[in-house]
């Protein structure tokens, strides 16, 4: 430390000593391909505002000190950077950039240069994700990457997001991509327990870790991953050292958050209004219902204080300001045989919904060691600590969301005692904010240790042992007040650990004869997941001081489970390049999994793939100026899916308790024949670069063929049984993929801008059953894409008298005010049409800005909560603004009927409660200031960064609910439900909208 | 040399590496922990009378005996005593009069009545219960067909139309499935068999249970438990002389007495001594779903369903079981209840109105057969068919030991039908008995007739998307 703080100083005391010595350096810029000069190519001193351009014969003449650095640029060619030294001309030669072509893509068990790949892998630009302020990686990299839609649950804190790959391949079967860190299979499904949403283990991973993101789309690239490779695989690298001296990075950002949106609900004179109206509306001789006068029925429902002038603003009741702090301190460097990266992050964050917070723990060790020339070894390991405080789901009175449903009249304090107010029409949720504790405490190590032999010149031997260890432990307090809790309090102590270790020994092959290279890897893996818990519920605590499980009186449920799953595997991959043009890849793997019976346990899943890249042939050279870069591709294979429920082959009989004795009851029946979930996919690409790669882009049409679906396949209740998994069925994601990066302008204001965009189109095909529904909303239907939505089509409000109309049938324009003669008819569909996003970069003197824009287009959303959130006041629930426009007088033409308490009108579940869910969102902003190099070697730092960034700034949408990204799964969700339920808000927190502050050092 | 040790370090790394390609393939036979395989359940005479106890859990469900059965009953047949207060849509539609074929309510009775069946059906086979010891056969065939018979019944009178005695009764009732589904191709579509042959397989499933199964069986099915629910099936059958005679066959067994008061009937740890068949409920069941709707107390119950001023008015001033409780607070739990109504006091929801305290606790036991029905059942049938005076009591006796109990004056000169109907309504109210009952009696429901076809439950719509041979019931067949 000390040798480093003095060579430090003396390179500081250099650096100012040579300041102020003024020169002209002149030279010429030529091009290597050609030798003929570059013109109007940029000149910049580095950290000044100095700078010019070439002129026609390639030349330029600058301003500079000797310690200074020249940059030299050219829209298409690589940047170059020269310290002037002593030297009064510097000429130079500047190549081609091939952007990102010659980029290394880490592929299963190996990695590959981007312009010899022949499947459909796309690398997510990481830079600057760490300052992105949200939870995990998967909202970092939202709208960045084309066929891969990204969906955030709701605005609550480590939630599961939605990652879709090229659609849904699965009914039954999960739908997620295969994450895969460092080479191990991460365990990525939700471990909290089911009375709540579920929480990611990857909100786990410290962006700042992160070095790449590589997603495998098509068969070809992901066939290697065999069994679980049909959603796509997301391989993430963590950073490694460099040779080099010892590089530290320390990044500190601070940012505060509210939510993106409000929804507009009544006043206090509106609420009034609106409920003596729709009492009137049922009053005979002044009683409603026939029963008893308007201020008695206020006065049981909402209450003594409903004609005390309170007007209570409870959406407000609902939030807190957010905020966020995080820091991120690393260290990376080594020698020639020894590297290392080390990294510790720390972050803490409060949701914008009371009592949601999060903080996360993580440290990093990842060393590399060249032990000989032919033996190498190395280890990463991570230790996290996840900790959060939840609130409840969104389905419970508790959550503080439903705060909206409360009455404006009724005030959040009462105003005799100044405790929270309990006379309200619905439990006041505050009061679990104030008594309750929802404490989720994960634990969780990766580790993953490598040994590399080489046995023969371009022979490698590679064995690799890696493990996921998670912990999670849930604790959970309801006090005596709460809905939960009563009469007196109740806990939780929930625990799950999560054994996940992988060993995989593969054999690497490279050979190079002449215009022919070869790249061989063969080789096997052996996966076991074993997972233990047990939950235990307490109830009867002397006071709420006592929270813990063992100051309860009496324990009332109990449970314990073990469970486990293994793959053992065998794969192969050739790849063959001819003369760097034409690219062929063959794989293969065999894939064994304790999922499926004897019978149908190993499964086999072939790929091949052909790429040609047609500009290297001489016929292009003619148009090489203006199609500088053109390949075409082209794959098939077959992936497999296994993501169901362990044990789903065997009849099974489980245990229950019933009058203090223990007995047992089928809850399976067999299914010995079950087997692997199969995914043909064909994909042909096209990657292509104009005017000297300026702008690059490429273009994918897939079709991906599920069959053999993993289908819970509804049976006849009246066998005792409500469904079976079966191979049964057939589905088909159809669409095509367009990204494209232009370099608009480079030199001393630089402009890049991406754009990505993707259309699926999903179809069931074949269900061998009845429609499928989880909640008689989302259905999956033959012919139609998943979950598409069907209900009743609300026809508005007849004119003559306010009664809600629904369409008899879709055949038909023929309306009825009685909802059971209306049949359920498609009304709309949960899948996007198009997603994509659209990101601009500018750079100029020191300042940069990024502005990434993503959107999602042709999809709708269902409001569950609608039927009581815009019910024209049928009953207490405060009410959305909208619904004053209710029908009123004879001739009145509105789409809200009229207000009549409790009977109903227009309240049943119909496509009133469904709207458009297309939105447009600046999901990130972010401004930065590099300051000049001169300025931050004396501070003795390499680089001095700060930034303004701004989280979901602002949305453009027509959703009149909080936020258009929803997806509300609900409680006791299956798998199945989880991917049939889309498109669903149920009182659902929208994102947060945060604003960062934040500093990047590097010294 | 340098050469040789390479080699060496190589077989290092592969020694193993083979050695484990060799004994992979049995680490993919992983048997689950927590469940067994069904080849054991059924092989062993403790996993047999384990299944049996697992019956009854079933039985106990919320979608069935548990609460729903309870529910359907008191919210079709509710007028102006009992009003539903709540949000749920399910409940409304039935108190609305129009439920919905999609009403999850409806869907969750439908599966676990057939899950139940399932399993009496798989302990029926001779194959099991010749597994058994000798003395195990009779009892565990007997509440086998105890459960079967009874559910079918239940299910036949909710989801048929009425029985009508001396007629043909050709309407659909439910689908009776009398054999086990261990097997995917057991799962076969079943068409709906006529309410008659509904009835008669309860009744034969009851008789039979009443004859294998030894009076009292603790806590389980029992000969005197399978003649009540056959006194009830024959009164709603309007066989007044066999119901009289099983409902006289409890009474006089002296086996049961009438609890002290009313109110000592209900929310009992274990049974009382009225209690024929009861739900078990400890502090590890479940949360009680008719705990749920019906209370409102500190931490248990919505308090949904709230009784009007004016069905208390029907009791005489001095019945235990009109008797309201005003002076209740925060806090208050069933053990501070002492009245059989109460203001609520919820903590979930609290309307503040008037709840019954007959189930104030999720986890107390929840009658289903009280003593007190059986004299309402003689009574009933004793008076309708006066030639046959079963038992020793007069119906006007039998009236009267009910109100005695419940220190409400007894009737002096003889009951008239109106007084033994409304003696049924003041004492079994909101045990799920007022549908039938108004149904049994022909009389109007809430402005529809006694056989509406919106007074039944609607075919499941999932269960008509499976089974094609499922006829819907008229009055929900127009719209899905």
């Known amino acids: 430390m000390r040798k480093l703080l003095l060579t430090s100083l003396i390179i500081c005391t250099l650096a100012l000593s040579a300041f102020g010595q003024q020169k002209t350096v002149t030279g010429t810029v030529t091009d290597i391909s050609d030798g003929l000069p570059v013109i109007g190519a940029t000149v910049l001193v580095q950290g000044t505002s100095i700078g010019t351009a070439t002129d026609l014969n390639g030349k330029y003449s600058i301003q500079a000190e000797p310690g200074s650095t020249l940059v030299f640029r050219f829209v298409g060619m690589k940047s170059q950077s020269i310290v002037v030294g002593d030297r009064s001309v510097v000429d130079v030669t500047l190549e081609l950039d091939d952007v990102g072509l010659d980029e290394v893509i880490v592929v299963g068990y190996g990695s590959a240069i981007k312009r010899e790949l022949t499947g459909a892998i796309t690398k997510v630009e990481t830079k600057g994700i760490a300052e992105i302020p949200v939870a995990s990686f998967e909202s970092a990299i939202q709208g960045k990457t084309s066929g891969v839609f990204i969906e955030q649950a709701s605005g609550k804190l480590g939630e599961t997001v939605k990652m879709r790959i090229r659609g849904s391949s699965s009914v039954s079967a999960n739908n997620q991509p295969l994450y895969v860190v460092d080479g191990v299979p991460i365990t990525a499904e939700n471990l909290s327990n089911s009375g709540n949403q579920p929480t990611s283990p990857l909100a786990d991973l410290a962006m700042t870790d992160v070095e790449s993101i590589q997603i495998l789309k098509d068969a070809s690239a992901a066939a290697i991953y065999g069994s679980r490779a049909s959603n796509g695989v997301v391989i993430i690298q963590t950073k490694r050292g460099k040779a080099g001296a010892t590089k530290f990075d320390v990044q500190y950002t601070t940012g505060i958050s509210e939510p993106s949106r409000l929804v507009e609900w009544l006043n206090a004179d509106q609420y009034l209004e609106l409920f003596n109206e729709s009492m009137e509306n049922v009053s005979v001789d002044g009683l409603v219902w026939e029963w008893l006068p308007k201020e008695d029925i206020w006065e049981m429902y909402v209450g003594s204080t409903w004609d005390d002038g309170y007007d209570t603003d409870w959406q407000k009741e609902a939030f807190q300001k957010g905020s966020l702090n995080r820091i991120n301190v690393s260290g990376s460097g080594g020698t020639e045989k020894t590297r290392y990266y080390a990294g510790l992050s720390y972050d803490d964050t409060k949701g914008i919904l009371r009592g949601n917070n999060m903080n996360k723990m993580s440290a990093r060790l990842n060393l590399d060691q060249q032990a000989t020339e032919k033996f190498s070894f190395g280890m990463q390991m991570n230790v996290i600590r996840t900790e959060m405080e939840r609130v409840q789901n969104d389905n419970a009175f508790a959550t503080p969301l439903q705060l909206v449903a409360q009455s404006p009249l009724t005030p959040v304090y009462d105003p005799e005692t100044g405790e929270l107010n309990t006379e309200t029409i619905y439990y006041n949720s505050l009061i679990s904010l104030r008594d309750e504790t929802n404490n989720q405490t994960s634990f969780r190590s990766l580790a993953n240790i490598y040994a590399a032999y080489t046995i023969v010149k371009d022979l490698t031997f590679k064995s690799e042992f890696g493990s996921d260890i998670y912990d999670l432990r849930e604790r959970n307090f309801w006090g005596r007040k709460t809905i939960t809790g009563g009469p007196a309090g109740e806990a939780q102590n929930r625990s799950v650990r999560v054994v996940n270790y992988n060993w995989e020994n593969y054999l690497t092959y490279i050979k190079t004869l002449g215009v022919h290279h070869l790249n061989l890897v063969g080789g096997m893996s052996y996966q076991q997941s074993n997972s233990i818990g047990s939950d235990i519920f307490g109830k009867g605590f002397p006071t709420d001081d006592f929270t813990n499980i063992d100051n309860a009186a009496e324990v009332t449920t109990y449970g314990g489970w073990e469970e486990a799953t293994s793959y053992l595997s065998y794969f192969a991959r050739a790849n063959y390049k001819i003369n760097e043009k034409y690219f062929f890849t063959l794989s293969g793997r065999v894939d064994g999994s304790s999922r499926f019976g004897v019978d149908n346990r190993f499964g086999f899943f072939p790929a091949g793939s052909a790429g040609w890249i047609i500009s290297q042939e001489d016929f292009m050279a003619e148009v090489k100026d203006v199609l500088s870069y053109l390949k075409v591709r082209a794959s098939y294979g077959v992936t497999g899916n296994s993501g169901i429920p362990d044990f789903a082959h065997l009849a099974l009989y489980s245990s229950v308790n019933y009058a203090g004795r223990t007995g047992i009851e089928s809850i399976q029946l067999p299914s010995s024949e079950l087997g692997w979930e199969n995914t043909a996919q064909l994909d042909l690409g096209v990657d292509f670069g104009f005017f000297n790669n300026r702008i690059t882009g490429e273009f994918d049409w897939y079709q991906k063929r599920t069959s053999d679906l993993l289908l819970y396949r509804t049976l006849p209740a009246t066998s005792g049984h409500e469904g079976i998994w079966n191979n049964v069925g057939e589905l088909e994601n159809r669409g095509i993929e367009f990204a494209l990066h232009s370099n608009n302008l480079s030199g001393k204001f630089i402009w890049t801008t991406d754009f990505n965009m993707a259309f699926n189109k999903n179809t069931i095909i074949d269900i061998n059953g009845p429609e499928i529904t989880p909640n008689g909303i989302n259905y999956v239907i033959e012919g139609q894409p998943i979950g598409v939505f069907k209900i009743v089509k609300y026809a508005g409000v007849d004119p003559d008298n306010g009664d809600a109309l629904y369409y008899i049938s879709s055949d038909s324009d023929e309306t009825t005010n009685n909802y059971n003669l209306a049949e359920k008819q498609i009304v709309g569909s949960p899948n996007p049409d198009f997603t994509g996003g659209f990101n601009n970069y500018f750079e100029y003197a020191g300042l940069d800005l990024n502005v990434l824009i993503s959107f999602v287009y042709g999809n709708e959303i269902y409001n569950g909560a609608g039927v009581y959130q815009s019910a024209n006041g049928d009953w207490f629930d405060n009410q959305t603004a909208d619904q004053m426009n209710r029908w009123q007088n004879v001739g009145d033409i509105t789409d809200v009927p009229q207000a009549r308490l409790g009977y109903g009108n227009g309240t049943k579940e119909s496509s009133r409660y469904l709207s458009d869910g297309s939105y447009v969102r600046f999901r990130n902003v972010n401004l930065g200031y590099t300051l000049p190099k001169s300025l931050t070697s004396r501070m003795k730092m390499s680089s001095v960064r700060v930034y303004l960034g701004v989280q979901n700034l602002y949305t453009l949408t027509n959703y009149k609910g909080w936020d258009p990204e929803v997806n509300w799964v609900g409680a006791g969700r299956s798998t199945q439900n989880n991917n049939i339920i889309q498109g669903y808000d149920f009182y659902t927190a929208p994102q947060a909208r945060t604003y960062t502050l934040g500093i990047n050092l590097s010294f | ?480």
Not at chain 2, 192 to 209: F, G, H, I, K, P
Not at chain 2, 267 to 281: C, G, M, R
């Open chain 2, 1 to 480: 040399m340098k050469n040789i040790t390479s080699k060496y370090k190589f077989w290092i790394l592969i020694v193993p590496v083979l050695a484990m390609l060799a004994s992979c393939t049995e680490k993919l036979e992983i048997k689950p922990k927590q469940s067994i395989n069904a080849d054991l359940a059924l092989t062993t005479s403790d996993n047999i009378k384990a299944a049996m106890v697992g019956a009854y859990s079933q039985a106990s469900n919320d979608g069935i005996f548990g609460s729903y059965f309870n529910e359907y009953s008191e919210l079709y047949a509710a007028t102006n005593d009992m009003r539903f207060m709540g949000t749920y849509q399910q409940p409304r539609e039935f108190y609305n009069k129009e439920a919905t074929t999609t009403n999850s309510y409806v869907e969750t009775t439908w599966i676990q009545a057939y899950e139940l069946i399932n399993t009496c059906n798989t302990l029926l086979q001779d194959e099991v219960l010749a597994v058994l010891d000798e003395g195990d056969i009779d009892i565990v065939k007997g509440e086998a067909l105890f459960l079967r018979g009874w559910i079918i019944f239940e299910m036949t009178r909710l989801f048929g139309l009425p029985y009508e005695p001396g007629q043909p009764n050709n309407q659909p009732g439910i689908p009776l499935v009398l054999t086990p589904t261990s097997v995917v191709s057991d799962a076969v579509p079943v068409a709906r068999n006529t309410v008659e042959q509904c009835y008669t397989q309860a009744e034969d499933d009851l008789t039979m249970a009443r004859d294998l199964l030894p009076a009292m069986n603790g806590v389980y099915g029992s000969s005197l438990s399978a003649s009540a629910v056959l006194a009830r099936l024959y009164l709603q059958m309007g066989n007044y002389p066999l119901a009289a005679a099983e409902a006289s066959r409890v009474i006089e067994s002296g086996n049961f007495a009438l609890a002290a008061t009313p109110m000592k009937a209900f929310n009992n740890p274990e049974n009382s001594v009225e209690d024929i068949f009861a739900i078990q409920k400890n502090i590890n069941s479940s949360i009680g779903w008719l705990t749920v709707m019906y209370g409102s107390l500190a931490g248990a119950g919505r308090g949904d369903y709230e009784i009007q001023q004016v069905f208390l008015d029907r009791f005489d001033p001095s019945d235990l079981r009109g008797a309201l409780q005003e002076d209740t607070q925060d806090g208050y739990t069933i053990d501070d209840i002492t009245m059989m109504y109460y203001i609520g006091v919820g903590t979930i929801l609290n309307y503040g109105g008037i709840n019954t305290a007959k189930w104030g606790d999720y986890y107390r036991n929840i009658p289903l057969i009280r003593l007190a029905e059986m004299y309402l059942i003689r009574a009933e049938a004793n008076f309708e068919d006066p030639g046959t005076d079963i038992g020793p009591n007069t119906p006007t006796e039998d009236i009267n030991v009910i109100r005695v109990r419940a220190h409400a004056p007894h009737y002096t000169g003889d009951v008239t039908r109106e007084q033994i109907r409304e003696e049924r309504y003041l004492e079994l109210c909101w045990e799920g008995h007022r549908l039938h009952d108004l149904k049994r009696w022909k009389q109007n429901i809430g402005g529809f007739a006694y056989n509406a076809g919106n007074l039944i439950l609607p075919i499941p719509f999932r269960e008509m998307e499976v089974n094609d041979l499922l006829e819907q019931n008229p009055w929900y067949s127009a719209g899905k």
